[in-house]
């Protein structure tokens, strides 16, 4: 079987790179960056780059084709909402239309965001639920859900979309907010600083550790509905809060201040997300396997690693 990852060598392309080849399958990825995985065939391509995608495409000819590449980090997409919709829509009709003028039936797996949902009436929300995107990286996310789900339609092309809550683990970048407080305890435990810096820890989130996302892609590309969208969510959520306390509690740190930096707050941020996973589960049988604390030792570990070698 033959596999293309787009935006291989990002947090969730490098874990889903090492799932595949697990499952002896032959791996191809595109990305801007290089890959950490040498054993993959690697193009170095941008994803709005449409001659060289549709070359990319033309020499693979993949059975599979895992959809990750795109920025993904909220506060970038507030200052640069064009090269936002740039990367994530114009660059998924760019695969898609290269699919289509190769006559390539691979099957795709679009790897959406949750985001799409904004602040939803129902909590936990479901895949029927209204699109309310509260951000350009959500909206852009929003429209190419559509975009997906119209190829299928119009053009037969065998796409699942996968809606994405949360996800974190070792090798994540300190963007985002479990690794960013990762980092900074694993600092601390090293420095006479005493202060971790937050933003806004009152929202909660629904989190996956990335592990049990990539089965979650896997399981989804084997046994999702063609046409489908799918939450791949946890089902549960957490406050920010928790999320600190946790990492503290497992960390050799004695009652460290919080403070809010205020640049780390955001215009709209989403109060609750929290996703019903009932369809992922019942279409594909997966279930997660890693509890949050497990998830947040090993993300300690990781940045322990890092700061012993500063
Ligand atoms: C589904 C969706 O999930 C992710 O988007 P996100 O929810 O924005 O993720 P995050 O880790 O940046 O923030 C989570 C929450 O935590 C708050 N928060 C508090 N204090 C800090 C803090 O210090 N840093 C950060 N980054 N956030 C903080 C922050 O305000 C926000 O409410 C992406 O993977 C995205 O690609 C995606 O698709």
Same mark, same amino acid.
Not at 189 to 208: A, P, S, T
């Given at each position: 079987m033959r596999a293309l990852i787009t935006g291989v060598s990002g947090f969730v392309g490098t874990f889903l790179c090492e799932k595949l080849l697990a499952n002896n399958y032959e791996v191809f990825g595109l990305s801007r960056t290089q890959p950490h995985n040498k054993s993959i065939t690697f193009y170095s391509c941008d994803i709005t780059d449409s001659l060289k995608v549709e070359q990319v495409i033309d020499d693979v000819r993949p059975d599979e084709i895992y959809h990750l590449a795109g920025s993904a980090f909220i506060p970038f997409s507030y200052n640069n909402p064009s090269e936002t919709y740039n990367t994530i829509v114009n660059g998924t009709m760019i695969l898609y239309e290269a699919l289509r003028?190769? /006559?390539?039936?691979?099957?795709?797996?679009?790897?959406?965001?949750?985001?799409?949902?904004?602040?939803?009436? #129902?909590?936990?929300? /479901?895949? &029927?639920?209204?699109?309310?995107?509260?951000?350009?990286y959500a909206g852009a996310k929003a429209c190419a859900d559509i975009i997906s789900e119209q190829y299928v339609r119009t053009y037969g092309m065998k796409i699942i979309r996968a809606r994405?809550?949360?996800?974190?683990?070792?090798?994540? #970048? #300190?963007?985002?907010?479990?690794?960013?407080?990762?980092?900074?305890?694993? &600092?601390? &435990?090293?420095?006479?600083?005493?202060?971790?810096?937050?933003?806004?820890?009152?929202?909660?989130?629904?989190?996956?550790?990335?592990?049990?996302?990539?089965?979650?892609?896997?399981?989804?590309? /084997?046994?999702?509905?063609?046409? &489908?969208?799918y939450n791949v969510s946890s089902n549960k959520a957490v406050a920010i809060s928790e999320i600190l306390n946790l990492l503290i509690s497992n960390s050799e740190l004695i009652n460290p201040k919080i403070e809010v930096d205020t640049s780390k707050l955001r215009k709209n941020d989403t109060f609750v997300r929290l996703g019903d996973n009932t369809k992922l589960k019942v279409d594909t049988g997966w279930s997660p396997v890693y509890d949050l604390n497990e998830t947040m030792k090993d993300l300690l570990h990781y940045w322990r690693e890092i700061s012993s070698k500063l």
């Amino acid at each position: 079987m033959r596999a293309l990852i787009t935006g291989v060598s990002g947090f969730v392309g490098t874990f889903l790179c090492e799932k595949l080849l697990a499952n002896n399958y032959e791996v191809f990825g595109l990305s801007r960056t290089q890959p950490h995985n040498k054993s993959i065939t690697f193009y170095s391509c941008d994803i709005t780059d449409s001659l060289k995608v549709e070359q990319v495409i033309d020499d693979v000819r993949p059975d599979e084709i895992y959809h990750l590449a795109g920025s993904a980090f909220i506060p970038f997409s507030y200052n640069n909402p064009s090269e936002t919709y740039n990367t994530i829509v114009n660059g998924t009709m760019i695969l898609y239309e290269a699919l289509r003028k190769l /006559k390539i039936d691979a099957k795709i797996l679009y790897v959406g965001s949750a985001a799409v949902y904004g602040d939803g009436k #129902s909590i936990p929300v /479901k895949e &029927e639920d209204l699109l309310h995107p509260n951000n350009p990286y959500a909206g852009a996310k929003a429209c190419a859900d559509i975009i997906s789900e119209q190829y299928v339609r119009t053009y037969g092309m065998k796409i699942i979309r996968a809606r994405s809550f949360n996800h974190t683990g070792p090798n994540q #970048s #300190s963007n985002y907010v479990c690794s960013n407080f990762a980092k900074q305890i694993s &600092e601390m &435990e090293h420095n006479d600083r005493n202060i971790i810096r937050v933003g806004n820890i009152n929202v909660k989130r629904d989190f996956l550790d990335v592990r049990d996302v990539v089965s979650a892609y896997y399981l989804l590309m /084997k046994h999702g509905k063609v046409g &489908e969208a799918y939450n791949v969510s946890s089902n549960k959520a957490v406050a920010i809060s928790e999320i600190l306390n946790l990492l503290i509690s497992n960390s050799e740190l004695i009652n460290p201040k919080i403070e809010v930096d205020t640049s780390k707050l955001r215009k709209n941020d989403t109060f609750v997300r929290l996703g019903d996973n009932t369809k992922l589960k019942v279409d594909t049988g997966w279930s997660p396997v890693y509890d949050l604390n497990e998830t947040m030792k090993d993300l300690l570990h990781y940045w322990r690693e890092i700061s012993s070698k500063l």
